[in-house]
């Protein structure tokens, strides 16, 4: 404190001066011209007549408050940390709230250690490029009718949260049993309330008596807004609304219709689940920016909502503005419309320039996160669904709504007592339980998906991240489930011209590979799987990786069968 | 939880309902009618159609949330904590941070005890009237020209603000020693940071290169704000802006110049000091918010201040707003112009109505804080002064700035050594430590108080609150010293009409009296004082209080002589 004050005063040499920028000030709204004096990381001063060791031109320049994400998975990346650090940060963000939904539904807790240590180890000139707040998940498994890798109950939710390792609760997805007052949901937000923890709210369209009653759970944040008269009444309720920019979802339109001068404070900017193509080339949390003012949002409330807003709502003591005693978290861009990222101060390190990271990212691999996918030999017969009806519930998919299905009565024809789908432009569907071996299979048929001659399979399904298998032909169905258990996950194709695999090693979530690496070799079996007949509008994989997300309507295929996401319960496949 | 949540969806019965007023909505800035349903003294949801225990109507009120002050001296009011305390929920106050600085001048930490404890004490229905906040004294002694009854230094300071007693750590009122980078100074501020606990600021006329340092001392408010610009500054600087209403000072139309649509959010209301009939009369933040919003202040931001913006400053978890999962501290007005206060509810219960507060009393008096008033048997030799010159350094008061005194040199005539004041319209002034018998005086003399015939004394005494005395008389002053020592404090007046005191039994500063009898006391004794000549314009007590304050220009007197504050060094009386 003393150097720090020393170095106000000018008495003392500063580490760090930026001399020259425009600096915008999320107190006043306004953009100032000064020099930003920073010394162990910590911001001495605004003024002129600084002196320090290293001294950088932003001459033309604007600095910001380091960018804050309020919410991210970031598996959904498919990168590894470390590689995904390298992208936000060249994108401005300095901090992001992190919940490892996907990886502790495989690995339990070891999981969220894994990300919180791979992001721990990286280092820029001896500080942490990114500040990682991570979140405990809280509905591991996400329903009942799914095999997950691990479960985290109550009691364990109330031990595992006590730990520094987690900074709050991640979005508490259930919210129908915080309405109705569950025993070991209350047991887990209680804890939260009782650590004085930050629990993060999901609760698409709630409102009214409903929204007051999660609210009183404790959930003080949602992302899940899919309206202007839901942003604006969670906002009036209290609650922090995240203005979400993601690969599939934004609702930037809503926000800037839902914000005016006083409920404003209570936006805050998140991406939730961005791709890594989308991160490398449309950008982070500057993306988003550019969108929000585009869109209509003054641009420094936009700014406020993804720096000081945050820090707010999260408590995060000395992030989220540029003034004296906060930490050089710094994001230099070109002007306040485009938000070029031109250059990104971490506790006063420069982290990014150019659009590129500074600091080597080696891969922290532990066995906790590798080896993940344990499933038997499969064989053909796995994948013969058993029918006398000749009457299926079918998983009906089109481009105009590829997130939520519908339900409907297919009849195909029966022989020897088993389905036989070819000639009928429908596919199998089947999931596998992958983390026990148990065998546990799922089987449901799909219509609507185009995809002929072959099947495509992954090891990415939200929440439970079984293998998702889908095809015409139960032998290539089996050869893909193959592919995936030897590379310990990923994204396998096998058609008539061949088979590939794209390994997903890190808990068959994530690729150890390059950002580039990723991209490329995503991109290209994924091409591949188009070619084969896919709906245009449909995403091969990535409309596959939704198909057993059973929190969202109308039905859904988990391991344990079809279930009826309105009704909540497992229904039969066959129409009797 | 559960209980509350029920509440929420309509399962179970309310504790209380408030029904069908209007509702100011803090994060929304709009004003939304509703019935408040209440749980457990927590906000179970606002909507209609609740059932309740009991129910309260509230039609043709407007419910706020409970005034918050960011920043009072309780022992300003002269009142015990209890009758403070009745005054200030009458008014609409649900939660104040106290900074009992003068009372921890007189009896250490244990002054801080005790007022914490009376607050505690008091109980309306089982809740709380009022929620304090207790800001551990950061300056005690406030100089080294003093004596206070007790020294809390940096050690002490650590081992104090890590106890759950203390909220935050006092107004940091020697900002040359931050500035300086003095070790002692710093090791209470590193405390602080250290524990996470606020640290409140103090630092009239800081700017630049000074603020800056100031802030990297930590401090997160200021309430000495005496100009537009100032205001300004030190918002933009992240600092938090204290709006001051007390007795003697505020700064309402600076705030309402500097305050915008986004540094707003940065401004906060507090008192100070305001002594009781001011308190009584005018009242507390209420009359605040009714002079701000007549200043043309908009009424919702003047709302936000005294309670959102407070909340979120000293991270006031469940405080500051009317929503759901928020604790039911509401205060029910007649409008947001004049805001009459009709009904006061802390953690649901109703502790005011139609300005009497429903809780009793009783005093809690303990040891620590009673006969604190030690001194020797007083002599009038101990108010001669010896000179030979004929020259002194006097301290000059006028109406025009009874606060920042002048130093003027006075020709005086001498007899037998020692000054003699008889017909030069000079007083005598003098000040006696009072906490250790020691018998070390301070003594000089006043110009323009007008004050003839007797004298006056008083053992408020800012900041370390030892006897001061006025008069014309050695033997008058002799005599008002031990009526102070006889009542263990509080106001003397002896003239030649007789003499009388009102006793400041609570370590010299407060009164265990009725706030009835105490503005009755201490204005019927003021009267009688006036009367004796002092200059219209001048304060006859209240004057004296400040003239031992040495941190205010130009020059005063502590026990240890005349001190010039500019040079912030002991002067002698006499110019040789």
């Known amino acids: 404190m003393k150097t720090l004050i020393d170095c106000a005063m000018k008495r003392a040499k500063c580490d760090l001066v930026i001399k020259?920028?425009?600096?915008?000030?999320?107190?006043?709204?306004?953009?100032?011209?000064?020099?930003?004096?920073?010394?162990?990381?910590?911001?001495?001063?605004?003024?002129?007549?600084?002196?320090?060791?290293?001294?950088?031109?932003?001459?033309g320049l604007t600095v910001l408050p380091g960018f804050l994400?309020?919410?991210?998975?970031?598996?959904?990346?498919?990168?590894?940390?470390?590689?995904?650090?390298?992208?936000?940060?060249?994108?401005?963000?300095?901090?992001?709230?992190?919940?490892?939904?996907?990886?502790?539904?495989?690995?339990?807790?070891?999981?969220?250690?894994?990300?919180?240590?791979?992001?721990?180890?990286?280092r820029a000139g001896g500080k942490r490029p990114l500040e990682v707040y991570l979140q405990l998940p809280s509905c591991v498994p996400a329903t009942p009718f799914e095999t997950s890798g691990a479960v985290i109950d109550g009691k364990e939710t109330e031990r595992e949260l006590s730990r520094e390792l987690f900074f709050g609760l991640g979005e508490v997805m259930n919210f129908p049993a915080v309405l109705a007052g569950d025993e070991d949901m209350l047991r887990k937000l209680t804890a939260a309330q009782k650590l004085g923890k930050v629990a993060d709210g999901h609760a698409p369209a709630l409102t009214g008596d409903a929204l007051n009653a999660y609210l009183c759970g404790g959930m003080k944040t949602d992302h899940e807004n899919i309206s202007v008269e839901e942003c604006k009444e969670k906002a009036a309720r209290g609650m922090y609304v995240q203005v979400r920019c993601g690969s599939s979802t934004n609702n930037l339109k809503d926000v800037v219709l839902a914000a005016d001068e006083y409920n404003f404070r209570r936006f805050i900017t998140c991406t939730d689940d961005k791709n890594a193509r989308d991160l490398s080339e449309r950008g982070h949390l500057d993306d988003l920016l550019r969108r929000l003012v585009k869109e209509g949002m003054p641009a420094e409330r936009a700014v406020m909502m993804a720096t000081l807003n945050v820090a707010?709502?999260?408590?995060?003591?000395?992030?989220?503005?540029?003034?004296?005693?906060?930490?050089?978290?710094?994001?230099?861009?070109e002007d306040m419309k485009d938000f070029r990222v031109r250059a990104v101060f971490k506790e006063g390190e420069l982290t990014a320039e150019n659009g590129k990271a500074l600091f080597s990212a080696e891969r922290y691999l532990p066995k906790s996160v590798l080896g993940t996918v344990h499933v038997k030999e499969p064989s053909a017969d796995d994948f013969k669904i058993p029918c006398k009806s000749g009457k299926l519930?079918?998983?009906?998919?089109?481009?105009?709504?590829t997130?939520?299905?519908?339900?409907?009565?297919?009849?195909?024809?029966?022989?020897?007592?088993?389905?036989?789908?070819?000639?009928t432009g429908l596919c199998k569907?089947?999931?596998?339980?992958?983390?026990?071996?148990?065998?546990?299979?799922?089987?449901?048929?799909?219509?609507?998906?185009?995809?002929?001659?072959?099947?495509?399979?992954?090891?990415?399904?939200?929440?439970?991240?079984?293998?998702?298998?889908?095809?015409?032909?139960d032998e290539a169905m089996t050869r893909a489930v193959s592919l995936l258990k030897e590379a310990g996950g990923g994204m396998a194709r096998v058609g008539k011209d061949g088979e590939e695999v794209f390994p997903f090693d890190i808990a068959g979530l994530m690729s150890s590979a390059s950002a580039e690496e990723v991209i490329r070799g995503t991109g290209e079996i994924t091409a591949h799987a188009?070619?084969?007949?896919?709906?245009?509008?449909?995403?091969?994989?990535?409309?596959?990786?939704?198909?057993?997300?059973?929190?969202?309507?109308?039905?859904?295929?988990?391991?344990y069968g079809l279930v009826n996401v309105n009704r909540f319960e497992v229904v039969p496949l066959e129409v009797e």
Chains 1, 2 share one sequence.
Not at 533 to 544: D, K, P, S
């Open 20 to 59: 020259g920028a425009q600096i915008f000030n999320v107190f006043t709204g306004k953009t100032e011209k000064g020099d930003i004096a920073v010394k162990n990381g910590v911001i001495a001063g605004i003024g002129t007549g600084y002196e320090g060791e290293k001294v950088y031109d932003a001459a």
């Open 429 to 473: 569907l089947a999931v596998i339980e992958r983390h026990f071996a148990s065998g546990r299979t799922g089987l449901g048929v799909v219509k609507g998906y185009g995809f002929r001659g072959g099947a495509i399979a992954i090891s990415v399904a939200h929440d439970a991240h079984n293998l998702v298998v889908l095809g015409d032909s």
């Open 403 to 423: 997130i939520v299905t519908q339900e409907e009565i297919v009849t195909v024809p029966v022989k020897d007592g088993f389905a036989c789908l070819e000639g």
């Open 69 to 122: 994400d309020a919410h991210i998975h970031v598996e959904s990346s498919t990168l590894s940390p470390e590689a995904f650090a390298q992208i936000v940060c060249a994108h401005g963000a300095t901090g992001i709230v992190a919940d490892p939904h996907e990886i502790v539904n495989v690995c339990g807790v070891a999981g969220a250690e894994y990300i919180k240590e791979s992001f721990e180890r990286l």
């Open 312 to 333: 707010e709502c999260y408590g995060l003591k000395g992030r989220g503005a540029v003034a004296p005693a906060y930490f050089a978290d710094l994001t230099l861009v």
């Open 530 to 559: 188009h070619a084969m007949g896919v709906t245009e509008g449909i995403e091969a994989f990535m409309t596959l990786v939704f198909l057993s997300l059973a929190v969202i309507p109308t039905v859904r295929l988990t391991d």
């Open 393 to 401: 519930r079918a998983i009906a998919v089109s481009p105009e709504s």
